[in-house]
């Protein structure tokens, strides 16, 4: 008797290891010529479901782990997916429609969700890649059009990225390491690019281009930095730098072949640049905490710098015109300065060290020309120039008994 229930015991445990061992499901529908699909499975409750129609598809799915889900969607010719995916709880979406797209994922770690969709492209197709490791990461990919490419590559936890690709020769690339990290990238037209790379902790990024050749590039690391870049027109280009912890930097940039460079190392800086024209230039340069930096560009050729290093200053430019060029440099604590352009060719030049600085100048013409330096505390110079070619120059040393040194120049040559 204890031997038949021995054995009843045995039994019964060699069935439930077997079902359970065999609780994988795999779903394959194939339609059309040269079909292919490869399912690999193993572990236990991983599902995958691959459903082709047309020709010359092919679906590769690997699962190592428990409770994988991966779905792939192909209808028309030429389309490739692959994911694969090791750990538990990942999931995979892919869908694509007509032509020659390509998609592959490949997940490694926990609860990570990746999803891509394609469509278009007569004859050539796009690529899209995401690579995820770690937990809760999570990746979206759009593509419509011919010759786009977009990588998604996260390490970590419960980083998101978002890319979207509506054109022709479109290059979208995210690189997110840490935790809690976002990326969001639009891209509309004919060869736009973006690279954003984000380390640490709770990084922003949002990305816009419309149009054809502009570039991007983001690097941020610290913790909770936000970095926005629009682009509209052609050949724009921005570069934003970004260490340290809730530094902020708008780029907004419209017109063809303008530059904007931005690097913020510190806490809480804060510069936005806006460009209107045709090849404007602005750099701004930010260290320590608090600083703000603002410039506006309209019209051709103009070319600020403002470099600011201390504590809570503030740099107001606006350039309006044709070939102006405006430089600012600002050290210590509390300095603020506002510089106006308004005509063509006109320059300013503005140094203040020490703390509590005040600086404005206003130019309206052609080719006039002013030079600020100021050292020590408490100093104050207001600039005016109106008309052509006039020259003006201020210059203060000294401690907080400096006063102020006033310019006002009306005509020409003064």
């Given at each position: 008797?204890?031997?038949n229930?021995?054995?009843?015991?045995?039994?019964?445990?060699?069935?439930?290891?077997?079902?359970?061992?065999?609780?994988?499901?795999?779903?394959?529908?194939?339609?059309?010529?040269?079909?292919?699909?490869?399912?690999?499975?193993?572990?236990?409750?991983?599902?995958?479901?691959?459903?082709?129609?047309?020709?010359?598809?092919?679906?590769?799915?690997?699962?190592?782990?428990?409770?994988?889900?991966?779905?792939?969607?192909?209808?028309?010719?030429?389309?490739?997916?692959?994911?694969?995916?090791?750990?538990?709880?990942n999931?995979?979406?892919?869908?694509?429609?007509?032509?020659?797209?390509?998609?592959?994922?490949?997940?490694?770690?926990?609860?990570?969700?990746?999803?891509?969709?394609?469509?278009?492209?007569?004859?050539?197709g796009?690529?899209?890649?995401?690579?995820?490791?770690?937990?809760?990461?999570?990746?979206?990919?759009?593509?419509?059009?011919?010759?786009?490419?977009?990588?998604?590559?996260?390490?970590?936890?419960?980083?998101?990225?978002?890319?979207?690709?509506?054109?022709?020769?479109?290059?979208?690339?995210?690189?997110?390491?840490?935790?809690?990290?976002?990326?969001?990238?639009?891209?509309?037209?004919?060869?736009?690019?973006?690279?954003?790379?984000?380390?640490?902790?709770?990084?922003?990024?949002?990305?816009?281009q419309?149009?054809?050749?502009?570039?991007?590039?983001?690097?941020?690391?610290?913790?909770?930095?936000?970095?926005?870049?629009?682009?509209?027109?052609k050949?724009?280009?921005?570069?934003?730098?970004?260490?340290?912890?809730?530094?902020?930097?708008?780029?907004?940039?419209?017109?063809?072949?303008?530059?904007?460079?931005?690097?913020?190392?510190?806490?809480?800086?804060?510069?936005?640049?806006?460009?209107?024209?045709?090849?404007?230039?602005?750099?701004?340069?930010?260290?320590?905490?608090?600083?703000?930096?603002?410039?506006?560009?309209?019209?051709?050729?103009?070319?600020?710098?403002?470099?600011?290093?201390?504590?809570?200053?503030?740099?107001w430019i606006?350039?309006?015109?044709?070939?102006?060029?405006?430089?600012?440099?600002?050290?210590?604590?509390?300095?603020?300065?506002?510089?106006?352009?308004?005509?063509?060719?006109?320059?300013?030049?503005?140094?203040?060290?020490?703390?509590?600085?005040?600086?404005?100048?206003?130019?309206?013409?052609?080719?006039?020309?002013?030079?600020?330096?100021?050292?020590?505390?408490?100093?104050?110079?207001?600039?005016?120039?109106?008309?052509?070619?006039?020259?003006?120059y201020?210059?203060?040393?000294?401690g907080?008994?400096?006063?102020?040194?006033?310019?006002?120049?009306?005509?020409?040559h003064?």
């Amino acid at each position: 008797m204890k031997r038949n229930v021995f054995l009843s015991v045995v039994a019964f445990m060699v069935t439930l290891s077997f079902m359970y061992a065999q609780s994988n499901v795999s779903d394959v529908y194939s339609q059309g010529t040269m079909n292919d699909a490869t399912v690999v499975q193993h572990g236990n409750m991983n599902n995958s479901d691959v459903d082709q129609l047309g020709w010359w598809n092919s679906a590769v799915v690997s699962q190592k782990g428990h409770a994988n889900d991966v779905m792939i969607d192909q209808v028309g010719i030429l389309n490739t997916a692959k994911a694969s995916q090791e750990g538990n709880g990942n999931m995979s979406r892919q869908t694509q429609r007509d032509w020659s797209n390509y998609a592959e994922v490949e997940q490694n770690g926990k609860g990570n969700l990746a999803v891509q969709n394609q469509a278009g492209g007569f004859l050539f197709g796009s690529d899209a890649y995401i690579d995820q490791e770690g937990e809760g990461n999570e990746a979206f990919q759009v593509q419509r059009g011919s010759w786009n490419y977009a990588d998604a590559e996260q390490n970590g936890t419960d980083n998101y990225s978002v890319q979207h690709q509506f054109g022709m020769s479109n290059m979208s690339m995210v690189d997110q390491n840490g935790e809690g990290h976002m990326a969001y990238e639009f891209q509309n037209g004919f060869g736009n690019y973006s690279d954003t790379k984000q380390r640490s902790t709770g990084q922003l990024s949002v990305v816009y281009q419309d149009g054809f050749y502009n570039a991007q590039s983001t690097f941020q690391t610290g913790k909770e930095n936000e970095a926005y870049t629009l682009q509209f027109g052609k050949a724009n280009f921005s570069e934003t730098v970004q260490h340290g912890n809730g530094n902020m930097a708008l780029t907004d940039q419209m017109g063809k072949r303008n530059e904007a460079f931005t690097s913020q190392t510190g806490h809480g800086n804060l510069s936005m640049i806006t460009q209107m024209g045709y090849k404007n230039s602005a750099s701004t340069t930010q260290s320590a905490k608090g600083n703000e930096s603002y410039v506006l560009q309209v019209g051709d050729k103009n070319d600020q710098t403002t470099y600011q290093t201390g504590n809570s200053n503030q740099s107001w430019i606006a350039q309006y015109g044709e070939g102006n060029i405006a430089d600012t440099e600002q050290h210590g604590n509390s300095g603020w300065s506002k510089l106006l352009q308004m005509g063509e060719e006109n320059e300013a030049y503005l140094d203040q060290r020490g703390k509590e600085n005040f600086s404005l100048i206003s130019q309206y013409g052609t080719s006039n020309f002013a030079d600020v330096i100021q050292r020590g505390m408490g100093n104050q110079s207001n600039v005016l120039q109106i008309g052509y070619g006039n020259e003006a120059y201020v210059e203060q040393h000294g401690g907080g008994g400096n006063g102020s040194g006033n310019c006002g120049n009306g005509g020409n040559h003064n």
